[in-house]
T-cell receptor, first 114, second 108 residues
Framework: EAQVTQNPRYLITVTGKKLTVTCSQNMNHEYMSWYRQDPGLGLRQIYYSMNVEVTDKGDVPEGYKVSRKEKRNFPLILESPSPNQTSLYFC?????????????FGPGTRLTVT | AQRVTQPEKLLSVFKGAPVELKCNYSYSGSPELFWYVQYSRQRLQLLLRHISRESIKGFTADLNKGETSFHLKKPFAQEEDSAMYYCALVTGGFKTIFGAGTRLFVKA
């Protein structure tokens, strides 16, 4: 089944403890992206990647890192999480983005930082 | 600044009534616009894209460059249309900007 998967789905952690949220897609998409969703703010883009080894900042990249070493994987890294990073995170992928491109979303990861 | 505005956080209509979810954008380039929908306990999924000018589930959306709008419309709302709707803008540099979303509630 063609899909985007994220792990873990739920995570509670403490301030300063490094964590990684994985994202994987099996559709051979070039484009991948991370978003955070907060009440009243909608989805805000954190980072995106047009292809392997190519990443760009979205609107809210501070406090996050990403890497794209393989086409199918796009992990989100929080080196030193803080409570303001408590949020619902979505990963998405797309074959092409301009015009026709549809983004396929993962199920979301709910992160709580205490 | 690049921005997508959805002025209504909540829209409540009766079944069979027309519905319009507003979306306005701010972007100096040529916009690529999309509507995404999130039903309860489901993933965010594409509803419409402006370039294809299609009608999905009875919804349509027309890009009005003069008014910088991409409003979503449906002539007769159904209960199953109740969901969260997001308007999204993709820039020439492939950055994606979402609006804050509008929750549509269709009453029986």
């Amino acid at each position: 089944e063609a899909q985007v998967t994220q792990n873990p789905r739920y995570l509670i952690t403490v301030t300063g403890k490094k964590l990684t949220v994985t994202c994987s897609q099996n559709m051979n998409h070039e484009y991948m992206s991370w978003y955070r969703q907060d009440p009243g703010l909608g989805l805000r883009q954190i980072y995106y990647s047009m292809n392997v080894e190519v990443t760009d900042k979205g609107d809210v990249p501070e406090g996050y890192k990403v890497s794209r070493k393989e086409k199918r994987n796009f992990p989100l890294i929080l080196e030193s999480p803080s409570p303001n990073q408590t949020s619902l995170y979505f990963c998405a992928s797309s074959p092409i983005l301009a015009g026709e491109g549809e983004q396929y979303f993962g199920p979301g990861t709910r992160l709580t930082v205490t | 600044a690049q921005r997508v505005t959805q002025p209504e956080k909540l829209l409540s209509v009766f079944k069979g009534a027309p519905v319009e979810l507003k979306c306005n954008y701010s972007y100096s380039g040529s916009p690529e616009l999309f509507w995404y929908v999130q039903y309860s306990r489901q993933r965010l999924q594409l509803l419409l894209r402006h370039i294809s000018r299609e009608s999905i589930k009875g919804f349509t959306a027309d890009l009005n460059k003069g008014e910088t709008s991409f409003h979503l419309k449906k002539p007769f709302a159904q209960e199953e249309d109740s969901a969260m709707y997001y308007c999204a803008l993709v820039t020439g540099g492939f950055k994606t900007i979402f609006g804050a979303g509008t929750r549509l509630f269709v009453k029986a």
